[in-house]
């Protein structure tokens, strides 16, 4: 571009000269041409690298440097800058900084002195006080100046690479970011290893599929990755630990964060409200630590969602992986880059052979030439020495050597027979011809080496991946752990951060209301759902102040797809007076629309309602208005009887004659079954969904059971936010007294023992172990098979005979206490064990036995007498004869099926 710019630049006179004769240019032309030269230039040699060697144009010329300055010892950043800038004419500053972001990817410079940290966003010392060098991996692959291409620099005065002949996938190893004009790059690191592994399989005739792998560690969701290409995402998350219930430890971080970015998005989410903290400490040394204190009552798990969901303790990455390719911007996905990129290395191996081959017959071809010089005794030939002229003796020596020109692989040209005349008479003279042949032998068998290479190329490629693998791999291994996300609802981890209010009559809610009727905490994302008193219900964001309706009878937090939570209801009809009963639950709504939960009669009124966070059924006592047909004016109403509908159901009839009062008589119990939970292996979290594992049906106290590989076990809650380690070994639900069986080497003696026992009822998230904390102890086995029985491999004897056979446990020890050791498995060495029985599932709920007897006499009686109605004289009603009531729950009796009244919708009145 500067020589465009130059020629564009004219001399005073030459100005003159054009102006004289009318000529000019356009401004809008000037504008479109020099700033789609500014594009190109911006987008060519500054911002994207090539896909070739990975660089980009500063990169390339401070490698470059460091090549030049090279003398196996650190060279000062400072002085490697100014060697720079003879090639790269944008500062120094630019270039110091790309020379340390190098640096920071640990893999082409060593570093020496205060570098800086990506991790805690801590800058380097200046360029005068940190130190360089190659890499002995940059020495490798990237240099050789042989299958370099060359181009002058910006100012004609030196020679800078094109771009380096590097045979690894760097690109894709070190990551890359940049902004351009019109477009920008963004590439995602990959593990060192996994990129060997996948060139290897290109080479082979597959595909890779590559993920990336961040330097920083943490987890990563790259199930929408595509490819690193526009439209993919990337979610990173920090590797949290729950520590003691009290305090969590962030040990990892997100990719492109800092300790001190995410400490401060932590303190802003607690300033918010939206996470509650004591306070957070930043112990990062060579590891990260960043230890968060949770407040007194606060849920570790539901924290670390918190954390996940407002904080930077989650990120997303959007991947856009851009190249310069034949001298374009090319927008490829990452496994294309590696396929072209381990093409690239096998072509320049294959250079590096030909030109290898090219050396290697140059020196045969010579050392022959000399051989024959000497043994013929061509230096001493007659018209040789008395010719003084080069010509004189290049035409003699072509007729001396011309009995042997088919024993040389190509022409013998004059310069040939110049290196022959410049040999010193001393070295002629002492000539070895048994040495000579020896080192031209040699020179054949590597040349049949490298022709062999090139016969193979594809092998001599592998081997060439392979040897990286074995020298430069160690410590590389993967650091960013892959698994699916998942999605976290902020309404669900939110904390009650603002204060809910309430005007009843006028019908008002909110935040802002604080002269009004308090009604509870709530968060500033959650919905509120309110019910009126003419039976309409409405959902609504909480905000400061806002109107949703006169005589307002409840007021909660909505939480969408909740199944627990039930309503209990009862409604007078305005068009027939007829009362109605019904229990709902609201899984979906829209927001901010209005819903009838009655029959829609203008002026229908709500006369009893409750809300029921776990489906609880009350009994409550109904009073009617006196009537000259009844004779009972009174009766008690169960929920627990009414079945549960959606909230568009009418109900069933509680009276047909008006009621004046309905009181609440008794508590009741949930009538819903318990929660089945399902344990999902890849999302390591507990569900509802019936994904992965089942684990049972829970209610109560019902408590899950945990084992890891230390021999350690905890219980835990069936909440859905609790969070699990994936290294554990054993999880499905705590059966209390159910029997175990355990084999564990001793640390102490190193004998393998077998114990049977039961697991405690421990306080939930308590860690105990059920072997001995001896230096080598080992729980080797772990089985809840009833009858367990292994296949054991010893060795007796001082032979050491190899045996196998079958082995029942349960003869070996029996139930004892958990913290008993246990009895020797074996007298013998043992080799291997396996378990031979099948485990027990625990998910299936064993029906006692009187329940069981309870539930026949009742169907028996049912399918015998029909079903009948326990109600006194002069009751004037009916049975709801649904079916989904809770299970084993037994239905009315209806004494006089006459009584019933049915209605032209099918529903059948109660009294």
Known sequence: MSEELNNNELSGDQQDEDLSHNQSTPLSGLYENWFLDYASYVILDRAVPHINDGLKPVQRRILHSLKEMDDGRFNKAANVIGNTMKYHPHGDASIGDAMVQIGQKNLLIDCQGNWGDPITGDAAAAPRYIEGRLSKFANDVVFNPDTTEWQLSYDGRNKEPVTFPIKFPLLLAQGAEGIAVGLATKIMPHNFIELIDGSIEVLRGGRPSLLPDFPTGGLADVSAYNEGMRGGKVKVRARIEERDKKTLAITEIPYGTTTGGLIDSVISANDKGKIKIKKIEDNTAAAVEVIVHLAPGISPDVTIDALYAFTDCEVSISPNT??????????????????????????????????????????????????????????????????????????????????????????????????????????????????????????????????????????????????????????????????????????????????????????????????????????????????????????????????????????????????????????????????????????????????????????????????????????????????????????????????????????????KYPIKKITFKAKGVSTLAGRKIWFDDVLKRLNVDGRGTYLGEFDGDDRILVVMPDGTYSLSSFELTNHFDPKMIRIEKYKPGHVYTAVHIDGKSGNYLVKRFAFENTPIGKSTSIINDEVGSKLVLLTNAGTPVVELKILKGKSRIQESFEQALEEIVDIKGMKAQGNRLSQHEIKKIKLLSAEEDLSKEIAKEEKTEEVSEVLDSQSDAGVKEKAGDGDQGSSELDQSKAPNKVDFEITNPDDIDMEDNGQQSLF
């Open 322 to 655: 851009c190249v310069i390719r034949k001298e374009k911007p090319y927008f490829m996905s990452v496994n294309d880059i590696l396929i072209e990129n381990t093409k690239n290395t096998r072509a320049l191996l294959k250079l590096e052979l030909e030109i290898r081959l090219n050396e290697l017959q140059e020196k045969i071809f010579f050392s022959s030439l000399l051989k024959i010089f000497i043994q013929e005794g061509m230096y001493k030939h007659p018209d040789y020495e008395n010719s003084g002229n080069f010509e004189v003796v290049v035409d003699v020596l072509n007729r001396l050597f011309t009995p042997f020109f088919d024993q040389f692989y190509r022409e013998i040209l004059p310069e040939d027979y110049k290196k022959l005349i410049d040999k010193p008479m001393s070295s002629i003279t002492r000539f070895d011809v048994k040495k000579a042949d020896e080192q031209m032998k040699s020179l054949e068998n590597e040349i049949k080496e490298v022709k062999h290479h090139l016969r193979h190329l594809t092998d001599y490629a592998i081997a060439w991946y392979e040897r990286l693998k074995e020298k430069y791999a160690k410590g590389r291994e993967r650091r960013t752990e892959l698994r699916v996300f998942e999605k976290v609802e902020a309404s669900q981890v939110a904390l009650a951060n603002v204060k809910l209010y309430v005007n009843r009559a006028d019908g008002f809610i909110g935040t802002g209301l604080k002269k009004d009727e308090y009604i509870g905490d709530c968060s500033d994302i959650d919905d509120i759902i309110t019910f009126l008193e003419n039976g309409t219900c409405l959902v609504t964001k909480v905000q400061d102040k806002v109107f949703v309706g006169k005589d307002i009878i409840h007021v909660g937090v909505f939480k969408k797809g909740d199944e627990r939570t039930v309503y209990n209801m009862v409604y007078r009809d305005a068009k027939t007076g007829v009362s109605y009963v019904k229990r709902f639950a609201i899984l979906g709504v829209t927001r901010d629309k209005v819903y009838d939960l009655t029959k829609g009669s203008k002026g229908s009124k709500v006369l009893y309602f409750t809300a029921n966070p776990n489906g609880e059924a009350e009994v409550v006592h109904v009073q009617l208005k006196s009537h000259s047909k009844l004779r009972k004016l009174q009766f008690d109403l169960d929920f627990a009887d009414i079945a549960i509908k959606g909230r568009g159901s009418q109900g069933n009839i509680v009276s």
